[in-house]
């Protein structure tokens, strides 16, 4: 049985002028407890990517929340995901507003967590090859897209797994592919082991370790309608967290800077 490399990661984001009360409830509904539930299984690790919006709506009316993600950081369970902080869609907007906005994302994480970032989301998971060069100029290392990307650039279905390196200009980032299976299952299958038993499949017949990447939307988890109770009120997430602990010895969570830095990259794309 070969082992599996799973690197989780959320999104979560507020627009721009959205009110107050919208907000507070989906703190209540999902910010809050789906961290709360992470925190109480620290051997599960993940990535949190959070608008710049979201951050300061988050420090003036919920510090505490700031503060539990820094603890978590410190102890090694989390990395933090940057991008354009007011969620720009960079390929549309200067270069220099593209740096501008990096920036600004990086000064918060760097002022409020004691910590920087070495992978960026991009708004809406949109893609043009000059941000290659944007990224690689900010020290940006790695950053994400749905796997569709790599259908429409010719990698076969059974090798878009793990990462690629892509070039531009003599610039390079690596992408990781994200995972469309894993997207509609999670949170979404009937219970857990709907997930658990995909990747013991995988494991029990390939040849070799495989890594799969799941970056999605945070408001899946509990505040999309009808979540809350799927995913807290009947337990669907703090069992999710129970199984990946009780496969730990072949399904194994790590942060992208973990996996980046042990493995090398698929190839080139």
């Known amino acids: 049985m070969k082992n599996i490399y799973f690197l989780f990661a959320v999104h979560n984001h507020q627009p721009v002028g959205n009110f107050g009360e919208v907000f507070a409830k989906a703190y209540r509904q999902g910010y809050l407890p789906f961290l709360e539930i ?21 420090k003036e009316n919920q510090p505490e929340y700031l503060a539990l993600v820094k603890s978590m950081v410190n102890r090694g369970q989390v990395e ?38 070495r992978g960026v989301w991009l708004t809406e998971r949109i893609w043009e090859p000059q941000v290659v060069r944007i990224l ?5 290392e790695y950053t994400f897209l749905d796997d569709a990307h790599f259908r429409a650039a010719g990698v076969p279905e059974k090798d878009i797994i793990d990462y690629y390196i892509t070039e531009d200009q003599n610039c390079h980032v690596k992408v990781f592919p994200i995972n469309q299976e894993l997207r509609y299952m999670v949170p979404f299958s009937p219970n857990p082991d709907v997930v658990i038993n995909y990747f013991r499949k995988i494991a029990e017949t390939s040849d070799t370790d495989r890594t799969y990447v799941l970056f999605d939307d945070g408001e899946k988890f509990g505040i999309w ?14 069992n999710f967290m129970c199984r990946l602990e009780e496969n730990s010895n072949w399904l194994k969570t790590v942060l992208f800077s973990e996996h ?3 493995y090398p990259p698929k190839g080139k794309v």
């Open 260 to 262: 980046a830095k042990t």
């Open 136 to 140: 690689a100029n900010n020290k940006i």
């Open 38 to 58: 992470l925190n109480r299984h620290p051997q599960v690790k993940f990535s949190l990517h959070t608008s710049g919006i979201l951050w300061n709506w988050l």
């Open 225 to 238: 309608p009808d979540t809350s109770k799927h995913v807290y009120t009947d337990g669907w997430l703090e």
């Open 80 to 117: 933090l995901i940057g991008g354009g902080f007011y969620e720009p869609i960079l390929p549309v907007i200067p270069e220099t507003d593209q740096s501008g906005q990096l920036d600004l994302m990086r000064d918060f994480i760097r002022t409020e967590f004691n910590t920087d970032f």
